[in-house]
């Protein structure tokens, strides 16, 4: 039944380069597909296992390296076989941060948050038909549609031959203290911006504190739905990330 799934690594220094290198990633298998859950494993197991055999690489492009695993994960999973004719998907978020620069990858409607101090900003956008709905009201060809519809996936991992993905290819520059939040839409569906910001923010000490409060939040408030709900939280300090 859970088909959220997730994965932080352990920081590790670079013998070569005194880089540290780390990745967090969060994926939320598909609800009503068959095997969202067995999507979202696939999706982790396949990225870690990736990540792994270039973990110690002296120099390694990034947004490549998501690019070229968004596009074998998203063939993996189309090519699971079809129960009843369903096919299988997952969203997923990923980051890499290497000290302190910070790259990431999206497909879906999962988000990644960066918060420094008292701001929080949203550096990945919900691949649903609500982004369409946007791009046709900025080239000016508007049509109504009910909200069921505007959160319809229109990118995701097992929809086949994926092209809709954000990586940056510019790397994000933390400064000490930047906390970066991976989430699936069970908590962006749940709390606000604002309580999210302020359990990041508060005296609770440990990151994994922060990401359970969260997590025991947004299930203590969703009444609506039985959601999957999953967080990964970063936070940078100088060359150590915990």
Request: proline letters at 1%.
């Amino acid at each position: 039944y859970h088909q959220d799934a997730f994965y932080v690594s352990k920081v590790n220094k670079l013998a070569a380069t005194k880089k540290t290198r780390v990745l967090a990633v969060v994926c939320d298998g598909m609800g009503g597909m068959a095997d969202g859950g067995k999507a979202s494993q696939t999706a982790i197991q396949m990225l870690v296992s990736a990540f792994k055999q270039i973990e110690k690489s002296a120099s390694v492009d990034i947004p490549t390296f998501f690019r070229q695993g968004i596009l074998a994960i998203d063939e993996a999973i189309y090519n699971f076989p079809k129960e009843n004719g369903k096919g299988s998907g997952t969203t997923m978020v990923a980051v890499i941060a290497e000290d302190n620069k910070l790259y990431w990858a999206s497909v879906g409607d999962s988000r990644i948050y960066i918060i420094r101090g008292s701001q929080m900003r949203q550096v990945t956008r919900d691949h649903n038909y609500w982004l369409r709905l946007q791009e046709m009201v900025a080239n000016g060809r508007m049509t109504a549609m009910a909200k069921r519809q505007k959160e319809a996936l229109i990118s995701f991992l097992g929809i086949g031959n994926v092209n809709l993905m954000d990586v940056n290819t510019q790397p994000f520059e933390m400064q000490y203290g930047d906390v970066v939040m991976l989430c699936s839409d069970g908590i962006t569906k749940t709390l606000s911006d604002e309580q999210i910001h302020g359990i990041i923010v508060s005296d609770i000490v440990s990151m994994e504190d922060k990401a359970k409060t969260l997590v025991n939040a947004a299930i203590t408030g969703n009444t609506h739905s039985q959601d999957n709900t999953s967080v990964a939280i970063l936070q940078y300090k100088e060359s150590i990330i915990n």
